[in-house]
């Protein structure tokens, strides 16, 4: 396993991917089973446990690809950001519905038919993929039967320019380690939801994403709206040249600050100095 994320790379001590035959060793090599998820949002683990804190969460309709099951848990690899890890099988099911749809607003509920006094069967947070099937009225019917309001959906390539935007839409909610919702989440939790959101794909974690995304500035430069700032175990973003709003264990919630006051408290309490300065380009 030298040379290989164990984040995004689909083996155990036990088995690994097919797909890595070859390229590792292991003493069983497993063709993945394509499934999605089923329940509003699922938390994945680095172990079976629910004891385990959360690495990071998969929303209704993403898809998986699961190499083992026991005793009620999944292991297995996500298709959009490659994260791997062990979730609850019974929240999982086979590819028997096709997205045509994303969740725009912040959270959406469930119907039983196309009326809101209907009572409430659930919902559905930001991002979450469905299938639309048929249009009632203000509603839309989903590939499970049941109905959510048709203005809260938008199509699977629609996208939303200002992926700032989206992130201060997250002002007030709380810190959530591995948290993607507006029920909860955390620094690069904020940032890879507002970046898919624009179409832009992001990985999970901040030193993922210092690696891999935009490209850097020098600390001379002036920072502009969307330029991303990392410390070692932290990431935020912009709101223009001055202001910083970033998922925070201080404030243990989504805020936006002067980024001058930011980075000399993240400095003397928590992560250090900045690490990086990196922009989105196009």
């Not at 950001?81 to 019974?90: L, S, T």
């Not at 380690?177 to 901040?206: E, H, M, N, Y």
Request: aromatic share 8%; with cysteine; net charge negative.
């Amino acid at each position: 396993m030298s040379g290989f994320d164990s984040r995004r790379t689909p083996a155990r001590p036990d088995l690994a991917a097919a797909c890595l035959q070859g390229m590792i060793d292991a003493p069983r090599f497993v063709e993945g089973r394509r499934m999605r998820v089923l329940d509003e949002v699922i938390g994945l683990r680095a172990q079976p446990s629910p004891d385990c804190s959360l690495d990071t969460q998969v929303l209704h309709g993403e898809e998986v690809v699961i190499y083992d099951v026991d005793e009620g848990w999944a292991w297995g690899q996500l298709t959009s950001d490659r994260y791997v890890g062990y979730m609850p099988a019974d929240s999982l099911s086979e590819l028997d519905v096709t997205p045509s749809h994303r969740v725009q607003a912040p959270r959406t509920f469930l119907y039983p038919g196309a009326n809101m006094k209907a009572p409430v069967v659930g919902a559905l947070p930001l991002g979450a993929r469905v299938e639309v099937r048929a249009l009632r009225g203000d509603f839309a019917q989903l590939g499970s039967g049941l109905f959510v309001w048709a203005a809260h959906l938008c199509a699977l390539g629609a996208l939303q320019a200002d992926y700032v935007a989206t992130a201060e839409s997250f002002l007030g909610v709380p810190y959530l380690w591995g948290g993607k919702t507006f029920l909860g989440l955390d620094c690069s939790g904020l940032v890879q939801v507002s970046l898919q959101g624009a179409g832009i794909a992001a990985p999970r974690d901040t030193d993922m994403m210092q690696a891999e995304l935009g490209v850097e500035i020098s600390a001379d430069m002036p920072l502009r709206r969307g330029d991303l700032i990392f410390w070692k175990g932290h990431v935020g973003l912009m709101q223009d040249e001055n202001t910083l709003l970033h998922a925070n264990g201080h404030h243990m919630q989504v805020v936006s600050e002067p980024f001058a006051e930011a980075c000399a408290r993240i400095e003397a309490k928590s992560y250090g100095a900045v690490t990086a300065r990196r922009r989105l380009i196009g």
